[in-house]
C-alpha cells in the first residue's frame, strides 16, 4: 500500500494527497506533517519508511468538504485519489492485492464546484493571461457557472482587470511566474505557473474545438493568437485537474475595449465596491443596495458594479424595465415572491457536468424551471424589451420539467447512494423491487399461505436462518406428506422433530431479497444517470433561463430599493454632462437611516461650457468631504450599472473612467511610503484620464512639506483642466489655491459649510459655492480627544503662525523665536491636575469681597500677585 501511495504521490508533485481508505482520506509523510497543523488534527504514526516512523492524519470521507475549504483558503492544492474498484475485486486477485486507486481530481482555488466551498452570491474565477508576441490577453472561467470570457489586456491593464474580476487562481506561462507574483498577492489570487506548452496557441485553438465539439471557432467570434493561448491554458488545466472530465462551459465570449467603465485598482479600495477597507463585504456598496433574493441575481450584481456598462443602449434599456417594474408593487412583490423559490440553477448544473450532482441538483433544476414558468405567466403581456426577451427565455422547458416531476420525490436526498429519490410509479421494476426490500416478511406470508393450501398442512413454516436461509419446516408428523411432493419441494434437512424443504421459487425469491436493497440502489443509480443526461441535454437552454432569473432579479432589487429609498432615473445621453441635484452616499444613508438620523444632500455640477468641469473643494476636516467626493462617483457608477440614483434628478454624460485618489495608506512590502502611493496613483491618473473620465481627487501633496505639496496640487489641477479636459471634484486644505478659479475658466470653488457657536464647530454638511479660509484642525483634534494642554498649545502656535503668515516672509522667520517653545515647555499632562488647591486658590477661597474695604481688596490683590509669581 505504502509503495502504491509513494507513487501515486510522485506524480502529483506540489499538492496534499488525500489517500482513500475505507471511510477516512490518510495522508502520509510531510503531508501529514502540513495538514495536521493546518487542521489542528491529530498527528500519529503507523508502520516504518527506511527506518524512519511514518506521520499520519486523516479526515472523514463524510466531512472531507469542511477540511477541503480549510486547506484551500490555507494556500493548499489538494489531490484526491479514490477507490477505482471494490476491495472484494481486490481480493480475487490475491489475498495480499491492493485495491486500485488513483487521483481523480485535483482541488485547487479556481477549481471549486461544491455548494459548501463557494460563496452562493460571488464568482469564483479561474483566469489565465498570456501573451504572443506583442500581444496579451486575459481569460477566466466559473467552472461551477459555467461563464467563459476573454479580453485583450496589456500588462499594464493586467492589475486593474485583476482588481475587477477577483480571480481564486491565476494562470501564467512559468517564464513569467516571478514578474507576475506579485500582481497575483496584490489581487489576492493562487499564481499557478504552467509549461509553454499549455499557452501554446494552435494547440490551444484544437483543444477549445474538442470542448465544443466543433470543427472551427467561427461561429464564437473572432479570436487572436493570445486570447485562444489564454482560453486553451484554462481547458488545460482543468482537463489536468479534472482528469479529463471537463466542465460545461458557455460559448466564450469576447469583451472589447470600451464596453464598459474602467475602473482601477486603487478606485475600487477607495470606493469599497464590493469589499469595505476592513476586507469584508459589509459596509461595501454592494453589500448596501442588494436586494437581490437569488444567487444568480447577487452574482450578477457583482458583475455590474464591477463592470458598469457604457453601451448607452443597453443603459437606457435597464432603465426602462426599472421603471416598470418600480410603477406597479404588487407585480413586483409577486415577482420577487416567486424568484424567491428559484434555486440556483447554474451551480446545479455545472455539478451535474462534472458528475459531482445528486438528487437534489436535479430537484433545483425542477424547482428553477417551475419559477421560471411562473415568472414568465407574470410578464406576460406588454412589457419592457429587456423583461420580454427575459420571459422568453423562462418558457419552452415543459418536456424536461415533466420528465423530472414525473421522477423525483418532492424532498430528494442529497447524494444519490442514498437512494429513494425515484418516485413511485415512475420505474415498476424499482417499485417491485422496492417491495421486496421494505416488505419482504409480507411477501413471504402470503407464499406460507400458498404452501399451506397447496400441502393441506396447516402448521407448515417459512423461517431463516443464517446457515440455511429461507426454508419451509414442517413437523416430522407431515414429512411422508412433503416427501411425496418431492418434484414441488425440495428436501434439505431433517432433525429429531422437524423437516424442511425448499423450493425453486423460495430460493430465487430470497436471491432477490438479499440483493433488493442494492438491487434498489442499482436501478435509481440508472435512472439519476438518465435524467442527468436528460438534463445536460438541455443545458444551453436552462442555462439562458437561469440568466433570465437572474437579470429579471437584479432588475426587480434595483426597482425595490429605489422605491425603499427614494431613487431617481438618471438622464443619460452621450455628452459630457454632469448635473446631480440632491444627490446622496447610498452606503452612509443607509447606515444614518438605521441610526434614525437624516442625511444632507446636495448638488453637484460638472458640466463643460453651462458650469465649470472642475470643482474645487475646500473646507474643515471631518464636514464631510469624501464623502461627497464618493457620493458622486458612486452615482455615476450606478447608473451606469443599470440602476436608479439616489438623488432628486440626475443628469449624466456616459463617464469612460472613473478614478478615485481618496485617503493615504502606504504599501512597505513594495518599499512604498504614503507619500510614493499617493503619488503613484496621481501619475496613474494624470497618464490615463481621457476628456470623458470622472476623476476625484482629496488631499493630494499632504505627505510632503508644506510648499512642495502645494505645488505639486496646484500642477495636478492644472493638468487635470488644461491637458485632461475630464470632470472632476478636487478637494484640498490648501487655500491658496482657490486663487486658480479666477485664473482657470474650468475650475469653480465650493466649500462645506461649517457653523461656529460658543468655541464649538457645528458640521452642516452643505457644499456651497465659495472658498473656505479655515481647516478648524484644532478643533478637529479637541473632538478626537487629545489632552487640553496640547490643543491649548496649538491654538497658541496657530494664531502665532498665522500672524506671521499676514505679515510675510520676515515676519515668519521669526516665529520661532517669538514662541515661547524652549523657554518655557507647556506642562505635563500629569501637572495638568493638581491634587489639591495650589496657594492662590486657597487664598482666593478665604476672601469675602463684600466684607473687604477698598484698600484691602487692593492689598488682597497685590498678595494673590505675589503668591503667582513667586
Known amino acids: 500500500m505504502m509503495a502504491q501511495y509513494l507513487q501515486i504521490r510522485a506524480a502529483n508533485p506540489g499538492a496534499l494527497l488525500f489517500y482513500r481508505m475505507g471511510d477516512f482520506y490518510e495522508m502520509f509523510f510531510d503531508d501529514a506533517v502540513a495538514a495536521a497543523a493546518a487542521l489542528d488534527i491529530a498527528l500519529t504514526k503507523r508502520g516504518q519508511h527506511l527506518g ?73 474565477f479561474l483566469a489565465a493571461w498570456a501573451e504572443v508576441r506583442d500581444a496579451a ?109 471537463l466542465p460545461l462551459l458557455r460559448p466564450p465570449l469576447r469583451e472589447t475595449a470600451g464596453s464598459a467603465m474602467q475602473i482601477d485598482a486603487a478606485t475600487r479600495r477607495s470606493l469599497e465596491l464590493t469589499q469595505s477597507l476592513s476586507g469584508g463585504r459589509e459596509g461595501s456598496l454592494v453589500a448596501a443596495i442588494d436586494r437581490t433574493v437569488t444567487a444568480a441575481g447577487a452574482r450578477l450584481l457583482d458583475r455590474r458594479i464591477a463592470a458598469p456598462s457604457c453601451d448607452l ?150 423461517k431463516h436462518n443464517n446457515v440455511l436461509g429461507y426454508f419451509i419446516e414442517t413437523t416430522s408428523a407431515h414429512a411422508e406428506r412433503m416427501m411425496a411432493l418431492s418434484d414441488r419441494f425440495i428436501h434439505r434437512q431433517t432433525t429429531a422433530s422437524q423437516v424442511r424443504f425448499t423450493t425453486v421459487e423460495l430460493s430465487q425469491l430470497e436471491t432477490r431479497i438479499l440483493n433488493a436493497a442494492q438491487h434498489a440502489l442499482a436501478i435509481e443509480k440508472r435512472i439519476f444517470d438518465g435524467l442527468r443526461a436528460a438534463v445536460l441535454a438541455e443545458a444551453a437552454a436552462i442555462r439562458q433561463a437561469a440568466q433570465a432569473l437572474a437579470q429579471i432579479d437584479l432588475a426587480a432589487a434595483f426597482a425595490e430599493i429605489a422605491a425603499e429609498a427614494g431613487w431617481c432615473e438618471p438622464q443619460m445621453d452621450d455628452s459630457r454632462a454632469f448635473a ?118 482629496d488631499e493630494i501633496g499632504r505627505g510632503t512639506a508644506t510648499w512642495d505639496g502645494l505645488s505639486i496640487a496646484w500642477a495636478v489641477l492644472e493638468h487635470l483642466h488644461g491637458v485632461n479636459r475630464c470632470r472632476a471634484l478636487f478637494a484640498t486644505h490648501y487655500h491658496e489655491m482657490t486663487a486658480l478659479a479666477a485664473k482657470l475658466p474650468g475650475v469653480e470653488n465650493a466649500t462645506v459649510a461649517v457653523k461656529e457657536w460658543e468655541g464649538e464647530v457645528i458640521f452642516l454638511h452643505e457644499v456651497r459655492q465659495g472658498a473656505a479660509d479655515r481647516s478648524y484642525g484644532v478643533q478637529v483634534a479637541r473632538l478626537a480627544g487629545l489632552p487640553p494642554a496640547v490643543i491649548d498649545r496649538a491654538r497658541v502656535v496657530l494664531e502665532a503662525l498665522e500672524k506671521g503668515d499676514r505679515e510675510g516672509g520676515a515676519r515668519k522667520a521669526a516665529i520661532v523665536d517669538d514662541l515661547p517653545l524652549f523657554s518655557r515647555a507647556a506642562p505635563p499632562a500629569s501637572a495638568a491636575v493638581p491634587k489639591g488647591p495650589s496657594p492662590v486658590e486657597a487664598r482666593l477661597a478665604a476672601l469675602h469681597p463684600d466684607e473687604l474695604s477698598p484698600r484691602a481688596a487692593l492689598q488682597a490683590l497685590y498678595d494673590l500677585k505675589a503668591l503667582l509669581e513667586g
Open 52 to 124: 524512519q516512523d511514518i506521520p499520519m492524519c486523516g479526515v472523514p470521507v463524510h466531512a472531507a468538504e469542511g477540511y477541503l475549504l480549510t486547506l484551500i483558503r490555507k494556500g493548499f492544492r489538494v489531490a484526491i485519489a479514490e477507490q477505482l474498484e471494490d476491495p472484494a475485486e481486490a481480493k480475487k486477485r490475491g489475498a495480499k492485492s491492493v485495491v486500485a486507486r488513483d487521483v481523480v481530481r485535483l482541488v485547487t482555488p479556481g477549481t471549486l464546484t461544491e455548494e459548501s466551498l463557494l460563496e452562493a452570491r460571488r464568482h469564483n
Open 137 to 245: 490577453a486575459l481569460a477566466w472561467v466559473d467552472i461551477s457557472t459555467g461563464e467563459f470570457r476573454v479580453a485583450d489586456c496589456p500588462l499594464v491593464r493586467l492589475p486593474p482587470e485583476l482588481a475587477r474580476l477577483a480571480p481564486r487562481e491565476l494562470l501564467v506561462a512559468d517564464a513569467r511566474e516571478a514578474d507576475l507574483r506579485p500582481l497575483a498577492a496584490e489581487a489576492q489570487a493562487a499564481l499557478t505557473p504552467l509549461a509553454r506548452a499549455s499557452f501554446d496557441s494552435a494547440g490551444a485553438e484544437r483543444r477549445l474545438c474538442d470542448l465544443y465539439g466543433t470543427a472551427t471557432l467561427d461561429a464564437f467570434g473572432s479570436f487572436g493568437r493570445a486570447e485562444l493561448a489564454a482560453m486553451g491554458a484554462i481547458v488545460d488545466y482543468l482537463d489536468l485537474t479534472q482528469r479529463g472530465r
Open 313 to 462: 443602449g443597453a443603459i437606457r434599456a435597464r432603465h426602462a424595465a426599472l421603471r416598470w417594474l418600480l410603477e406597479d408593487n404588487r407585480l413586483r412583490a409577486d415577482l420577487r415572491d416567486r424568484l424567491r423559490r428559484a434555486p440556483d440553477m447554474d451551480r446545479a448544473l455545472g455539478r451535474l457536468a462534472l458528475d459531482r450532482g445528486g438528487p437534489r441538483d436535479l430537484a433545483a433544476i425542477r424547482a428553477g424551471l417551475t419559477q421560471a414558468g411562473q415568472v414568465a405567466t407574470l410578464l406576460d403581456g406588454e412589457v419592457p424589451p429587456l423583461l420580454g426577451e427575459a420571459a422568453t427565455a423562462l418558457t419552452g422547458h415543459e418536456a424536461v420539467l415533466a420528465l423530472l416531476d414525473a421522477a423525483l420525490v418532492a424532498e430528494p436526498p442529497l447524494l444519490a447512494r442514498d437512494g429513494g429519490f425515484v418516485a413511485a410509479g415512475h420505474d415498476s421494476e424499482l417499485d417491485e423491487t422496492r417491495a421486496l426490500r421494505d416488505e419482504g416478511r409480507g411477501v413471504i406470508a402470503r407464499m406460507q399461505a400458498d404452501y399451506c393450501a397447496e400441502t393441506g398442512i396447516a402448521g407448515l413454516k417459512i
Open 580 to 697: 446631480i441635484a440632491g444627490g446622496r452616499h447610498p452606503v452612509v444613508e443607509a447606515a444614518l437611516r438605521r441610526a434614525g438620523q437624516p442625511f444632507v444632500a446636495n448638488d453637484c455640477a460638472l458640466t463643460e461650457g453651462g458650469t465649470p468641469a472642475v470643482w474645487l473643494l475646500t473646507g474643515p476636516n471631518m464636514a464631510g468631504k469624501s464623502t461627497f467626493l464618493r457620493q458622486n462617483a458612486l452615482i455615476a457608477l450606478l447608473a451606469q450599472a443599470g440602476a436608479f440614483v439616489p438623488a432628486e434628478r440626475a443628469h449624466i454624460g456616459l463617464v469612460s473612467q472613473l478614478f478615485s485618489r481618496v485617503g493615504a495608506a502606504d504599501d512597505l512590502a513594495r518599499g512604498r511610503s504614503t507619500f510614493m502611493v499617493e503619488m503613484v496613483e496621481t501619475a496613474a491618473i494624470l497618464n490615463r484620464a481621457d476628456d470623458r473620465a470622472l476623476v476625484i481627487l
